[in-house]
């Protein structure tokens, strides 16, 4: 195999460059869910514009009605009939929510040296910076050794993904003959732990909602008027509290009727999984409520599922005030599964908070669209050569797994374009994504790199 | 009466000077539970001195461990044995809250005509600048007409009513000597509708707390930890939506151990004040829950509540953002009716939050002391010349009536000095204390300060 290893020996050979590379776009704010993030997000798509250049890639920087794409392809070439992949990733990142919760500055990140891990923290370090970074370095690396790409390949990076990807699925219309392939690689996954790599072939849809209960007065005094007029905030948390039963079921009429339920020899497989319990260790469940009847991955991975995401309301401090306010506000995630139907799921939402409402308040809600669940077919040959890429170089069997996460762009890509899609991702439960303190170690940087290699060789020979 | 003539042409001949004045005051941003008010607070206090200077009392500006105490006194007079009256006012004002929510800037009155009434808007303009306004230049007028006061005066003007008053208590003890007086008047309260006027007899005690949930994680991803792990914001929606039963009432063990029932002959006069619609008029109660068995007016003055004042948790916006947040946090805050102890009370609450915190999560509480309600008598001869001189004005029969409102203050002069205490004031629910476009009309300005001048010439003639 002399393609590989002389690919891995420039993946080894150049990965001082990878590293401070990746701290330089960690660095940069791309954050797409606040006014604020425009300029980063500009200065992200040139910069990753220009990396993709060097690699040898024609790549451009392409405007949508939101942020942009930056869309990179190789050279026309005369080779005979190879087949066309897609390498998917997004450029944004999740707001730093309030940054004094942060220990690390969010776009300062160093390498820093903790218990033998070397370690970087900073917002977008593992979602998804890290993971894009992977196959774009893969790319070089390969280019380097071989002089070519391994095949004929598309690179998509999206700039809005943490915002719900709203102008995606008009750019891949759009750009369907350019983004025409035989396999579409999805990278904004997660391993199943720190040794063993994943494919996950299960997706949940999502479903983003805002309410607000508004009462019939605007802001009193709490003291003259507590006792009698009605209290957004109370109201709100009595509908929060009456989503979910005593079992953890959601009460909301109609939420199960479309949704399938897990098949059986999923849930064996899952159940084996599940011995694996170092794979909870980064997250500690005690207080959380599983639905009763379910194991805790059939929960994440198989069950639909309602989030309170935010609360708002009345006085935020820092002093008391005897305030009765004049509305409160929640946000709301629906994580779907096969059967359910987001604007279903919203309306009965909806129904539900309206039978709750006491007369002379009114409701006001946000959201619209979403996605729907996605279970991947498991039988293509790319999948087959992506597991036995991943297994070589982590030297341990890919686990095909579900996640309680949503990709809308996988039923895009698979109804538009009518690609098979392989969902791969080297983060972890213990990155802290969309929390503080996001992190990511530069020896799973490696190995992704590494895996990306192997996979191309596998696909090279099928 | 030539005093009484005198002083009443007086007070009107100056009355634009009055309102001119008390603009300036309204517009002087005092706000005393926020660290930014500190230089409004200083200039507010200045400003007051001056002004009590001008009208010939020894004016001074006292520093206390929080905000000073604006202080002074009549000169000491060779006459014969006059009573010595207390007035007693605050001149800091409650925060903002989000300033977009106001139609007018909230620090730069002047009077507009709206229907025939001739209204300003500002924070404080009600609460209370307006109210201790009334009493300054109703001695400013009896002073210019009479060429003296009409009694012993010592005039105490708070700075940190608004936060609680923590400093106030230690500097009634130390200045015991000056604030001896026969009678109180607190000028911190609500006329019973724009044309009664009214005494207030029966006080609420106030107990404020903060209670934050915290999961045993930092914030994780909602789509991967939504179905299992804590969230705090349930919990918190959990523990809020069971502190009152279906009947509205209080779920906390103990609550009502010491609660005294409303005497039959209150709920008498109390109910035959409700055949007044009118005084509800300015707020819409549907959709708020009176406690069973009590009517609106029992419930407000009668009745011990629990009020959810603010709430926050997970992501605030503006965008969306899958966040299963480490912590949420409520305030909230109780009035207590007599017999009703303020740590017995906080600790019944801390107690029904840990009942139900899931293992696994913790809790913090930050709040300390609090009030008791006051109930005070009503065979007073100086409250008797109130009533007197207030019907005069207002040529309508003086309610005395209770309130959901505490005035600490009230508890500690009466068992301190010992005084009587009598509470007046001339705002109304429609004055949007405490909340956006909080106002205030020239016409109950004028009759206020009259009110008083006729108030003195009562106790003068008992």
New interface residues.
Partial sequence: MPNLDSALRAIDDNFDFSVRKLLELVAIPSI????SGGPGIARAAEWLQAELSSVGLSAEIIETKGHPVVLAQSPQTSHFKRPRLLFYGHYDV??T?DVN?WKHPPFEPRVIEENGVHRFYGRGASDSKSQLWTFIEALRAWKTAKGDFPADIVVMLEGEE???SPSLPEFIDAHRNDLRCDVAFICDA?MWSPTQPAITTQL?G?V?E?VTIF?????????????????P??????I???I?DEAGRVNIDGFYDDVSEIPNRLRLRWRELERDTAHFEE?????????EGYS?LE??WG?P?V????????????????????S?T??L?F?LVRGQEPDKVRAGFRAYVKSKL????TVEFVGAGGSSAVVLSQDSPFLAAAARGLEQEWESPTILRG????IPLVQQLSEVLGAECVVIGFIL?GD??????ERYDTRRLLKGIRSWVRIFEEIGNP
Same sequence: chains 1, 2.
Avoid: F, W
């Fill in positions: 797409s869910g606040e006014a999740q707001p929510g919760q943490e915002s719900g997660e949940k999502l983003h805002r009462a019939p007065n605007p802001d009193l005094h709490s003291g003259h008027y507590g006792a009698v007029a009605a209290n905030i109370r109201i709100l948390s009595d929060l509290a009456g979910h997250v500690n469940l005690s207080g959380g409520v599983t639905e805790a929960a994440m069950r599922t989030d309170i995401n935010g609360i708002t309301g009345g006085n935020q401090g820092p002093g008391e005030r005897s305030v009765l306010p004049g409160a929640a946000r995630s994580r006491p007369k002379g308040c996640t309680g996460g949503a439960p802290a994504i969309h929390a503080p303190d």
